[in-house]
């Protein structure tokens, strides 16, 4: 039971990451059609993977733990970096 108990709790973590901290606002899907959210969420979870993967390589890079890094800061991170990161032409 303890060991589920940690699983579980890993996915709500997930849950509140997608929920509270990726789009910094409630997720509202604003799609019509139930094809159309359905690729919504698929995006939401595309987005946190990518995140999560970042994390997961600054983690090897500076020596530390990627449970140990911070998904809130890594997701300020990036909202500061990327406008300067598109505005470079393809």
Known sequence: MA???HQRWSIE????EL???????RVLLRSKTPDLV???FYALLLAHAAIRRLMAAAALA????????SFVHAVRVLQRR????AAIPP
């Open 13 to 16: 973590q997930v849950f509140d």
């Open 62 to 69: 500076t020596g530390h733990r990627a449970k140990d890094l």
């Open 19 to 25: 929920k509270v901290h990726l789009p910094e606002r």
């Open 82 to 85: 990327l406008p300067a990161a």
């Open 3 to 5: 060991a589920l108990y």
């Open 38 to 40: 359905e690729q919504e």
